[in-house]
């Protein structure tokens, strides 16, 4: 029974603690959790994905999270790639996808092969209309320059393709796939952008300056309509009617993060993005978790490998090991700070600026504190909590401070960032009694309770009487404390139960129950009652579930029409527990004849066939009249092994086999017998005339 009741407390406080950590996402890096579900969700079928895009999708995760599982597909991916390269008729995005897949794992691709891709995507790009087919294009000779030692790979009109790209482009920072097509598109944005950035590697002068702008400010313009989600993440979502067009935000925020990452890197000057708006796009792609798709994994990891090392802003992740801290364990408060791929951050300083409790807007709690940095274990950490912390639930406001001025453009800390915290504890129970009253309050029958040791109280009362219960709970600090949960439940012999919420004032908890007004809600059941307490909270160490004793109840008699008890559920164990075992009595055998007698018997019943044998030898039988021709003699011989046959399946009909299996063997063989009997004596009718004829 005890330990029923302490893991339902467990269930309890992680359910309550669950509940809470949702209102404030903590962001965390990436982890070996994310290594695990991509070794699940990339798993190649007979050592091959169904696709080069898929092929690629698989190689750049592992890529960005240290899996080498490239000698796993190399073969089977290195040969798609040389058949879609060295094939005039493969389709360009196929060319985009095993020129990518070429870029990891380094295929031994003839440098021909390589001219005739770049002859392709240079003449598709020259008269390219759609995005598509220039993202692909585009996209197809960066990757051939960049896998060859062809330096001089130039677009002939590089300004004219730029202006293209830039055709399609909207007033509000969004693109449209094609001219014919008036929707535009926040994913398709993403894909303009790289393909813009293509352009500018690929051209052999600078591009207008003037079309760099108007592209830059097409970027602050869609960082207009971006989307903020209460805890500071920041993210993109297609707006586009069309179903077939349409993305999710984890695949439209990872198609712009990388279009502008990569254009940044290419342009020089700022995009005077602020750095929150990018802080907030890593925690959008932290705060979703492991996704359980493997599209949605790539988009997380390639798109935050796009943030881990750009030229806009680096992100920096605060985050902590331990949200729950005890006072009773002396926790430490420990506080990690990462790149968004868990790399280490620059050097900077952790400040504890302010503690809050939750839902609360008074003044802090603390004055700002600096956390001790230790360089082997790269944690921030603050030794002992304040003394002015107590047992509740707290939101903690931190700040980093970068020492190197030059880093304060080139890596985003968000300013502030608030996280909930739990501070757990001992809550102390006193003043704990239970008593029965008459209607006049005055007390029959008051009985102290230790709710931490074990309680066998015993009372009794009828429907004039009252029940009251009362108890204090105060903090380490003599605070008030008010649990999630203070509920009073009696439970009667016939397993029905009746639950009450146990009110507060201060540190004071107290129920009284009028039985007069709740015979009608007890059914009007008397008899005995187990009376329980349960107090329970994510911050209270020591909750419990605590039998207090019974109490002998004393109810009228109900009326007719009385409210009946709901009827109680079956016990699972009568339902679907072991049935009574089933003990089968079979008919006493039949006592057999003596074993002499049996054997007498045998000798009997083979007397008839010795008779046949002696029978046989006084009439002559001889093999006068066997055919000597070959057809016929074999006629014969397969005739009397029929016959020998049917003795031998009588044999077996007495020995081993049932009736139904030897009358199916027997149908078989009476067929063959016929066959062969008809044959051989219709010979033996025909040698039988021609002899009287003669």
Same mark, same amino acid.
């Given at each position: ?70 000698? %796993? ?72 320059? %960049? ?94 009617? %069309? ?23 290419? @342009? ?225 012999? @016939? ?18 129950? %009028? ?18 307490? @349960? ?160």
């Amino acid at each position: 029974m005890a330990g029923s009741l302490e893991g339902f407390l467990v269930l309890i406080v992680a359910a309550l603690i669950c509940s809470s950590s949702f209102a404030s996402s903590i962001f965390q890096p990436i982890s070996d959790s994310h290594r695990s579900a991509a070794l699940e969700l990339f798993t190649p079928r007979d050592g091959s994905f169904f696709s080069l895009e898929e092929t690629y999708e698989a190689l750049r995760t592992f890529e960005v999270l240290g899996i080498d599982k490239k000698s %796993d597909i190399d073969t089977a991916a290195c040969q798609s790639v040389l058949e879609i390269l060295g094939s005039p008729s493969s389709a360009l995005k196929d060319l985009f996808y095993a020129l990518k897949v070429n870029g990891i794992l380094k295929c031994d691709i003839e440098k021909d092969v390589f001219e005739g891709v770049a002859s392709r995507l240079q003449a598709t790009v020259s008269g390219a209309g759609a995005l598509l087919d220039f993202y692909y294009s585009v996209g197809g000779l960066v990757l051939v320059k %960049d896998q060859t030692s062809k330096d001089d790979l130039y677009l002939a009109d590089a300004e004219g393709v730029f202006g293209s790209i830039k055709a399609l482009s909207q007033s509000d920072g969004r693109w449209r796939y094609n001219s014919n097509n008036p929707e535009s598109s926040t994913f398709a944005a993403g894909l303009a952008l790289e393909a813009l950035s293509g352009v500018v590697s690929l051209s052999s002068s600078e591009i207008d300056r003037s079309l760099i702008g108007t592209t830059k400010n097409d970027i602050l313009k869609l960082f207009d309509s971006i989307e903020k989600y209460d805890d500071g993440a920041f993210y993109f979502d297609e707006k586009l009617v %069309d179903a077939h067009e349409h993305q999710g935000p984890l695949s439209t925020t990872s198609s712009v993060v990388r279009g502008l990452t990569a254009f940044a890197a290419v @342009t020089s000057g700022s995009l005077n993005l602020p750095s929150g708006k990018v802080l907030g796009l890593a925690r959008f792609l932290l705060g979703i978790g492991i996704p359980g798709d493997a599209k949605d994994l790539f988009n997380q990891i390639d798109s935050l490998a796009s943030l881990e090392s750009n030229s806009v802003s680096i992100p920096l992740i605060l985050s902590l090991p331990a949200t729950v801290l005890s006072l009773t364990k002396k926790d430490a408060l420990k506080v990690k700070v990462n790149t968004v791929l868990g790399s280490n951050a620059p050097p900077l300083t952790v400040k504890l600026v302010g503690v809050f409790r939750s839902g609360s807007k008074d003044t802090s709690l603390i004055e700002g504190q600096e956390l001790k940095f230790n360089p082997e274990s790269t944690v921030y950490a603050l030794d002992a909590l304040p003394k002015s912390i107590d047992v509740g639930k707290y939101t903690f406001v931190f700040e980093m401070v970068l020492h190197d001025p030059d880093h304060l453009n080139l890596y985003a800390t968000g300013g502030q960032t608030r996280i909930p915290i739990f501070v757990t504890g001992v809550v102390k129970v006193d003043s704990a009694e239970i008593s029965v009253l008459d209607s006049d309050l005055g007390s029959t029958e008051t009985k102290k309770i230790d709710l931490a040791g074990e309680n066998t109280v015993s009372l009794s009362a009828n429907h004039l009487q009252k029940l009251r219960l009362s108890f204090q709970l105060s903090t380490s600090l003599g605070h008030a404390f008010k649990p999630h949960q203070a509920i009073l439940k009696l439970t009667h012999e @016939t397993k029905v139960e009746h639950s009450f919420v146990v009110g507060s004032s201060g540190k004071q908890f107290e129920i009284n129950l %009028d039985f007069l007004g709740l015979v009608e809600k007890f059914f009007y059941l008397s008899g005995k009652y187990n009376v329980q307490l @349960t107090v329970g909270d994510a911050a209270m160490e020591n909750s419990f579930l605590k039998a207090i004793g019974h109490l002998d109840l004393d109810l009228p008699e109900p009326p007719e029409k009385a409210p009946q008890p709901p009827p109680q559920p079956l016990d699972q164990n009568l339902r679907y527990g072991p049935k009574a075992e089933i003990t089968h009595i079979f008919r006493v055998p039949e006592k057999l004849p003596p074993k002499e007698l049996s054997h007498a018997f045998l000798g009997l019943t083979l007397f008839p066939l010795l008779g046949f044998l002696v029978g046989l030898l006084r009439l002559g039988v001889n093999l006068k009249n066997f055919p000597s021709s070959s057809v016929p003699a074999m006629f014969a011989v397969l005739f009397h092994l029929g016959i020998a046959a049917v003795l031998l399946l009588y044999a077996l009909f007495w020995l081993k086999w049932d009736l139904f299996t030897t009358l199916k063997a027997l149908g078989f063989l009476g067929a063959f017998l016929m066959f062969v009997g008809h044959r051989i004596l219709s010979h033996l009718a025909s040698m039988s005339s021609k002899l009287k004829s003669a």
